[in-house]
């Protein structure tokens, strides 16, 4: 089976499931993120602020197959004293117009109240090229979101890819823009079993 990997060492991005076997399995998966990001950022983390991320990262995560239909999911936390941030992947196969596709994966053509929809070329050396769009839109309460689509169709998996994320706070969606399109450029197909 294919399935989207990444090489990105950096201790922001860890992989997670969509489905989890058990409570357990969900919770062990937690208290090691939970673990990798402290020490990235603390010398020596106190156990009740480990155990404090560690619900809060095994509560995000919990009912992402109900949040969304994807195929894979990563969770960004580039500060342990910020929400995550999730990031959803689909894979399909490759069909139709090539750039018709992209611009539908990235969503570039839906009408937007608040402001056009942002695309822009976006090639990276494992993927190829592809398309990468910014989406502002508002909630019915008028809370301002923004969603970060990337797209690319990967011929020689015959594949169509996207990755995306939904913030609830544009300004912090700009302040991690360059960490997230570095982590857009890190991944690639491989093959073996999936999440």
């Not at 090539?98 to 608040?114: G, K, P």
């Not at 070329?121 to 689509?149: H, I, K, N």
């Not at 011929?155 to 996207?162: F, N, P, T, V, W």
């Amino acid at each position: 089976m294919k399935f989207v990997d990444t090489d990105s060492e950096t201790l922001q991005w860890f992989p997670t499931h969509m489905h989890w076997n058990s409570e357990g399995e969900r919770e062990e998966w937690a208290e090691l993120c939970a673990l990798a990001i402290l020490h990235a950022h603390e010398e020596e983390p106190k156990r009740r602020r480990i155990k404090s991320l560690r619900k809060l990262l095994s509560a995000f995560v919990a009912d992402f197959a109900k949040l969304t239909p994807a195929d894979q999911a990563f969770l960004f936390v580039p500060d342990p004293d910020e929400l995550p941030v999730p990031a959803f992947l689909l894979l399909a196969e490759s069909q139709g117009d090539r750039d018709t596709t992209l611009r539908q994966i990235v969503q570039a053509d839906i009408e937007s109240a608040v402001r056009p929809v942002e695309v822009n070329p976006f090639p990276t050396e494992r993927l190829g090229e592809g398309l990468r769009s910014t989406r502002y839109w508002a909630t019915p309460d008028d809370q301002l979101m923004v969603t970060v689509r990337y797209g690319w169709r990967v011929e020689q998996a015959g594949l169509d890819l996207c990755f995306y994320m939904v913030w609830n706070d544009p300004g912090r969606m700009a302040a991690y823009a360059d960490a997230v399109d570095e982590f857009a450029h890190s991944l690639w197909i491989n093959e073996g079993q999936n999440l």
